[in-house]
């Protein structure tokens, strides 16, 4: 399990599907399996291996992902500050650079990874697509369908320079078309999200397919919401969940992505739902197995019976 979490946060950051009609494409490694790059089924060389393996992927593996995201970046193209590495395409084409977080590659939030050009932050999608050119000096994660961004701010180092912070500059909230968004007077209904002390209007929507698929989930929220917040402290009010789709089919991703988001508007669990609505998986985080719905709710019902046995006390009750 952790040989799976490494692999797939040091190198292959997609959750893609790979296509059937597309040609195999392995990875091969050098010098005692230190350096890592990327062949196809001749033994033509795509990627030289030139990038540091150090989470140990074998020689031989089948690369299963559309995006190819590697430690550091080839020499003829200068590394950008803040950034994680490089990521090509499986014809060996680069895309981008990889905006640095938690120490490896940005991970991809409602289907957008930060990129950085000319340091500058933007936004790629699932297929390398640069939907949001870089722009801002920073840019937040998308979350519930926004993100900050900022000019002007910079990094300053705290705790001994071991941690960095964001500070000063102008900033905004961006949609996800990088558009700058106005926020609300006041906030007109629940489904509306408080960012920075300021409310912004509920930026869903749905198609009929969209809306069935939705409410797989919504029929349950009471369920699913008592397993959420029962080791919640102190007691929350309301204890509700809100489930949107996030990410839509692509050419290499034939699902619905659906986040579960609590009371604040914070996601706690990753769905994902196949391209003709009928199979409904749950993932821990982008990359895992898929379990299937009826079989990841069986076990988070044991769970939470299980806590609230040893934790008696706990004021949101898990009612089956």
Not at 181 to 200: A, E, F, G
Not at 278 to 283: G, P, Q, T, V
């Amino acid at each position: 399990m952790i040989k799976k979490l490494i692999t797939f946060i040091l190198i292959v950051f997609s959750f893609s599907v790979f296509a059937q009609n597309e040609e195999m494409l392995f990875y091969f490694t050098k010098n005692a399996g230190e350096d890592i790059g990327v062949k196809d089924n001749n033994g033509k060389i795509i990627i030289p291996a030139k990038f540091w393996n150090y989470s140990g992927i074998e020689d031989g593996s089948v690369v299963e992902d559309n995006l190819l995201s590697f430690l550091g970046c080839p020499k003829n193209i200068k590394p950008e500050k803040q950034t994680f590495g490089c990521v090509f395409d499986r014809k060996g084409k680069y895309l981008y650079q990889t905006f640095l977080y938690d120490n490896g590659p940005d991970f991809r939030e409602e289907g957008y990874q930060r990129t950085v050009r000319n340091n500058k932050v933007g936004y790629a999608n699932r297929e390398g697509e640069i939907v949001i050119q870089p722009q801002f000096d920073f840019a937040s994660s998308f979350n519930y369908g926004y993100a900050r961004v900022c000019n002007g701010c910079y990094w300053e180092n705290i705790d001994d320079k071991k941690h960095k912070r964001i500070v000063g500059g102008n900033w905004w909230t961006i949609n996800k078309q990088g558009e700058k968004v106005t926020p609300l007077s006041k906030q007109t209904q629940t489904k509306d999200v408080k960012i920075d002390d300021k409310y912004y209007s509920y930026p869903f929507s749905y198609s009929e397919k969209e809306q069935k698929i939705l409410q797989f989930f919504r029929q349950q929220m009471k369920l699913l919401a008592d397993i959420r917040y029962v080791n919640v402290y102190p007691l929350a009010t309301p204890k509700v969940l809100y489930f949107e789709i996030v990410e839509r089919p692509s050419k290499h991703f034939p699902f619905y992505a659906v986040y579960s988001y609590d009371n604040r508007k914070i996601p706690s669990d990753k769905f994902l739902v196949s391209q003709g609505g009928k199979s409904f998986f749950h993932i821990y985080y982008e990359g895992s197995e898929k379990t299937p719905f009826a079989q990841w709710l069986q076990g988070k019902i044991q769970w939470a019976r299980e806590y609230q046995q040893k934790n008696s006390d706990n004021p949101n009750k898990f009612i089956e």
